[in-house]
């Protein structure tokens, strides 16, 4: 029985049922969902051995079984955890995803790289001038693997700023921001719309250096260099932003939601509390649509709607090839 799953009922031998419904129970709480206080800890099975133990787990949905041998511990079915999670959630099942949320302005722990990141930041009176901040900056334990920092590429003082997620292979080769596949794709969605790095965009990354493995990079890394992209936007004061990927919308809107969800909206988007938004738009990552290319209309449709806006704040741009 010690290998029943106590939330489910289910053949569960190496925990992985249990441990995925615990991450999943820990995601909907980062995101913003009350769940009821843990209940008691599961009823301890007579031989002394103890079920996987998940908390969070309503009372409610489990119930008493007797094991095999005669031993008592509590198990529910699948139904049950379904029907529980629901009522956790206050969703009927399947649960859906969570509603946007705005992440509290002094998430997690400032730490101390953070706030080293924030006075080289603040040090910089302009662009040049924070690229050789963050070149020189230790905080993120990323540099140490990287060959390159790469932090921007384009016209300073454009008025269309691009933000997406992280150095790549090529990039990190190169020291430039989107030269490599989804690089290449990123500067046709730009062509179609009339805007090019070498005329009227500035592009740039939420992190600077490249993730093992082209991995997403992970919230600590991201938190440590979020000073230097907020400075970014603060002295490239562009006209309007356009974010690529659900990192880069995460970060800059601090909101946890999915870039399906991100898309489609008029965004305003602050560097800091005392400066004026400035609007934006957010669109799928040039990488995701080399793996999807069925959801290029979508972004199509976002780059229409993001040439709108930058017509409608009297931005010129080249036009439709
Ligand atoms: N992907 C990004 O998000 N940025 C790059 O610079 C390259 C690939």
């Known amino acids: 029985m010690g290998n029943v799953n106590v ?10 049922r249990a441990r995925a419904w615990a991450v999943l129970a820990g995601f909907w709480e980062e995101a913003g969902v009350e769940l009821p206080p843990a209940p008691a800890a599961p009823r301890v099975a007579r031989d002394g051995a103890r079920p996987n133990a998940v908390s969070n787990v309503p009372q409610a949905a ?16 699948p139904a049950s955890v379904d029907e529980a999670l629901a ?25 101390d790289a953070a706030l080293e990141a924030r006075s080289a930041a603040g040090r910089a009176q302009s662009i040049e001038a924070l690229a050789q901040e963050i070149a020189a900056f230790d905080g993120c334990p990323l540099k140490a693997q990287a060959r390159r920092t790469v932090v921007y590429d384009g016209i300073a003082g454009a008025p269309v700023l691009v933000i997406g997620e992280a150095p790549g292979a090529e990039e990190d080769r190169v020291g430039k921001p989107f030269v490599g596949p989804s690089g290449q794709l990123l500067d046709r ?29 992970l919230e600590p890394e991201v938190a440590v260099c979020r000073p230097f992209l907020a400075r970014f936007i ?13 990192t880069a919308a995460e970060t800059v809107l601090r909101r946890v939601a999915p870039i399906s969800r ?13 400066t004026p938004p400035i609007p934006g738009r957010a669109t799928f990552h040039p990488s995701y649509l080399l793996r999807r ?17 930058l017509h409608s704040l009297g931005i010129e741009t080249a036009g439709r090839p």
């Open 7 to 16: 939330i489910s009922g289910v053949h569960d031998p190496s925990g992985a």
């Open 62 to 77: 489990m119930r008493r079984d007797a094991g095999p041998a005669g031993q008592v511990t509590e198990t529910a079915s």
């Open 87 to 111: 009522r956790v959630l206050g969703t009927s099942t399947p649960p859906r995803a969570p509603p946007a949320r705005t992440l509290p302005a002094a998430e997690g722990a400032v730490t």
């Open 189 to 217: 969605m730009l062509g179609a719309i009339g805007l090019s790095r070498t005329t009227n965009v500035l592009i740039t990354n939420t992190i600077y250096w490249r993730p093992p493995g082209n991995r997403k990079p």
């Open 234 to 246: 603060e002295l490239a004061a562009p006209r309007a932003i356009l974010l690529v990927g659900g």
């Open 262 to 274: 991100l898309r489609g909206q008029d965004l305003a988007i602050t560097a800091r509390e005392d």
């Open 293 to 309: 290319p069925q959801d290029k209309r979508l972004a199509w449709q976002d780059l229409l709607q993001f040439e709108a806006l």
